[in-house]
Nanobody, 126 residues
Framework: VQVEESGGGLVRAGGSLRLSCTVS????????MGWFRQAPGKEREGVSC????????YYAESVKGRFSISRDNAKNTLILQMNTLKPEDTAVYYC????????????????????RGQGTQVTVSS
């Protein structure tokens, strides 16, 4: 399985970025997917997750109303649209695949996801 994240960069507070994740080597449409982030000195946290059966996505409280997750199963792609970015959004963002196919979860429980990509750096300046 290969996971490749892209779209990170440096942006001023209030700006937007669109992260993309392309997955190969598994049946993408059968897996719950998520975006996680890790800031320096902090634990990796779930930002947003979307189930394989397209149930209501989960958003961390800190990003609700600003971030939007979507998936394109035909293109094996996961997207995170990030608007109204804040300096506290600065982190390395990781795309993750659930360990088990056709399982859905409440929130983004880190221990049920696999992290196979290198991540993409998002830096928001004040």
């Amino acid at each position: 399985v290969q996971v490749e994240e892209s779209g990170g960069g440096l942006v001023r507070a209030g700006g937007s970025l669109r992260l993309s994740c392309t997955v190969s080597g598994l049946s993408f449409g059968d897996y719950t997917m998520g975006w996680f982030r890790q800031a320096p000195g902090k634990e990796r946290e779930g930002v947003s997750c979307v189930s394989w059966n397209r149930g209501s996505p989960y958003y961390a409280e800190s990003v609700k109303g600003r971030f939007s997750i979507s998936r394109d199963n035909a293109k094996n792609t996961l997207i995170l649209q990030m608007n109204t970015l804040k300096p506290e959004d600065t982190a390395v963002y990781y795309c993750a695949t659930a360990r088990a196919s056709r399982d859905a979860y409440w929130a983004c429980p880190r221990d049920v996801f696999e992290f196979r990509g290198q991540g993409t750096q998002v830096t928001v300046s004040s």
